[in-house]
């Protein structure tokens, strides 16, 4: 891996930086031992950033991320892990320019990955990484991609339309050609999160945005047919910023986010039945930044979130029950080596399996870097 030598401005500035956006805290102490030595590194050639996972059927997972050269354009890596979290192949795709915003395994056993950047991409690999074919999408904001068997993609975003902005279902065949886009302004504002239900059909939620401020005045969320007629829509009240959500095992939806509060964001997190009723809406009292992961996490109805916290800039991990309250709660990484960006599944095994950026800065050997980790927790949370 290169590493860069800054100078004396670029140290004072990457500090002020770092401790302004809660990488570098200022004081605290540390959480969980969960470092280097504890995980698997992605053997990228060069700095990483923003990695996403998935499973995939041989028990093992997909990860895609931005790498970042030193001395020329970022573009996009991809790695197969089994389920031993071992390598089984890295591949780094030059050409490519953006952020991975989602990424699954194909029927045929290749990968798709979805990219946001100056132009949303939809990469079709084969079972090694290598690229098969790439199709530009016209979409603002892609969000999430799923098959929909052998007839092709759907790809759920959001776009400009001649009167007004919001989410929206774009369809392709099999080799990623664009066949039809689904206005979906009917479901509510902007759309943050799509996923497939157990049922076959589609759900989003989002944040609905009437007053002109920076501030939601209330979350939706929606489930869809594959065709995207609307089954039904929900809003809920309230400035929630949401920006994950998940099924829970009994069929009931979770969707996490933050919201204002103190001085900075609390973490709030929705649970709703099946039909999309509102059970409970909690709001956690401590700072956070934002939701990076959201998984299931066993048992009949319970979940996992995973949000980044400042200042002291780590992880916390927590599990809840069906009721809204707090199973454990975990906090992983520490001040010397924050896990940013980071994603979390559960495995098979009931464990759960985290990726993340470790960023590790010297400012008196003038280096920065910036690896992808995976790690794996134990069913309480605890590093193994």
Same mark, same amino acid.
Do not use: H
């Given at each position: 891996?290169? $590493?860069?030598?800054?100078?004396?401005?670029?140290?004072?500035?990457?500090?002020?930086?770092?401790?302004?956006?809660?990488?570098?805290?200022?004081?605290?102490?540390?959480?969980?031992?969960?470092?280097?030595?504890?995980?698997? @590194?992605?053997?990228?050639?060069?700095?990483?950033? /923003?990695?996403?996972?998935?499973?995939?059927?041989?028990?093992?997972?997909?990860?895609?991320?931005?790498?970042?050269?030193?001395?020329?354009?970022?573009?996009?890596?991809?790695?197969?892990?089994?389920?031993?979290?071992?390598?089984?192949? =890295?591949?780094?795709?030059?050409?490519?320019?953006?952020?991975?915003?989602?990424?699954?395994?194909?029927?045929?056993?290749?990968?798709?990955?979805?990219?946001?950047?100056?132009?949303?991409?939809?990469?079709?690999?084969?079972?090694?990484?290598?690229?098969?074919?790439?199709?530009?999408?016209?979409?603002?904001?892609?969000?999430?991609?799923?098959?929909?068997?052998?007839?092709?993609?759907?790809?759920?975003?959001?776009?400009?339309?001649?009167?007004?902005?919001?989410?929206?279902?774009?369809?392709?065949?099999?080799?990623?050609?664009?066949?039809?886009?689904?206005?979906?302004?009917?479901?509510?504002?902007?759309?943050?999160?799509?996923?497939?239900?157990?049922?076959?059909?589609?759900?989003?939620?989002?944040?609905?945005?009437?007053?002109?401020?920076?501030?939601?005045?209330?979350?939706?969320?929606?489930?869809?047919?594959?065709?995207?007629?609307?089954?039904?829509?929900?809003?809920?009240?309230?400035?929630?910023?949401?920006? @994950?959500?998940?099924? !829970?095992?009994?069929?009931?939806?979770?969707?996490?986010?933050?919201?204002?509060?103190?001085?900075?964001?609390?973490?709030?997190?929705?649970?709703?039945?099946?039909?999309?009723?509102?059970?409970?809406?909690?709001?956690?009292?401590?700072?956070?930044?934002?939701?990076?992961?959201?998984?299931?996490?066993?048992?009949?109805?319970? !979940?996992?979130?995973?949000?980044?916290?400042?200042?002291?800039?780590?992880?916390?991990?927590?599990? $809840?029950?069906?009721?809204?309250?707090?199973?454990?709660?975990? @906090?992983?990484?520490?001040?010397?080596?924050?896990?940013?960006? !980071?994603?979390?599944?559960?495995?098979?095994?009931?464990?759960?399996?985290? =990726?993340?950026?470790?960023?590790?800065?010297?400012? /008196?050997?003038?280096?920065?870097?910036?690896?992808?980790?995976?790690?794996?927790?134990?069913?309480?949370?605890?590093?193994?």
């Amino acid at each position: 891996m290169k $590493i860069g030598k800054m100078s004396c401005v670029a140290k004072l500035s990457l500090v002020c930086l770092l401790t302004a956006t809660g990488c570098v805290p200022i004081f605290g102490l540390p959480g969980q031992s969960v470092t280097p030595a504890n995980g698997v @590194r992605i053997g990228f050639s060069e700095n990483t950033s /923003f990695p996403i996972m998935e499973k995939t059927s041989d028990g093992g997972y997909i990860v895609s991320c931005v790498v970042v050269p030193l001395e020329s354009y970022e573009y996009i890596g991809v790695a197969k892990l089994d389920n031993n979290l071992e390598e089984v192949w =890295v591949e780094e795709l030059t050409d490519f320019y953006g952020t991975p915003v989602d990424v699954l395994e194909t029927q045929d056993g290749g990968y798709i990955i979805l990219v946001s950047g100056y132009e949303s991409l939809l990469i079709k690999t084969n079972n090694s990484g290598d690229m098969q074919w790439f199709k530009s999408l016209d979409m603002y904001q892609p969000l999430a991609v799923r098959q929909a068997g052998e007839a092709g993609f759907v790809v759920a975003g959001n776009i400009y339309y001649e009167d007004g902005y919001g989410p929206c279902l774009v369809k392709t065949d099999a080799d990623g050609e664009k066949l039809s886009t689904v206005d979906l302004r009917v479901a509510g504002g902007e759309a943050v999160d799509m996923i497939e239900t157990d049922d076959g059909n589609y759900a989003l939620a989002g944040n609905t945005y009437t007053s002109g401020g920076y501030d939601p005045d209330c979350t939706w969320l929606a489930k869809v047919q594959p065709d995207g007629e609307l089954i039904w829509s929900r809003t809920y009240e309230g400035n929630d910023i949401i920006v @994950r959500m998940v099924q !829970a095992d009994d069929g009931d939806y979770a969707i996490a986010g933050t919201v204002a509060g103190g001085e900075l964001w609390n973490t709030t997190i929705l649970r709703t039945d099946s039909d999309g009723d509102l059970l409970w809406k909690k709001t956690n009292s401590e700072d956070s930044l934002s939701i990076t992961g959201l998984c299931p996490a066993g048992g009949n109805s319970v !979940a996992v979130m995973n949000c980044q916290a400042i200042p002291l800039y780590e992880n916390r991990i927590a599990k $809840i029950n069906p009721s809204g309250s707090k199973t454990w709660l975990k @906090r992983i990484g520490s001040w010397s080596s924050p896990i940013i960006g !980071a994603d979390i599944k559960r495995a098979d095994d009931a464990t759960f399996v985290v =990726v993340g950026t470790i960023l590790e800065f010297s400012l /008196f050997e003038e280096t920065l870097t910036s690896d992808t980790y995976v790690f794996r927790l134990d069913e309480s949370g605890n590093p193994m």
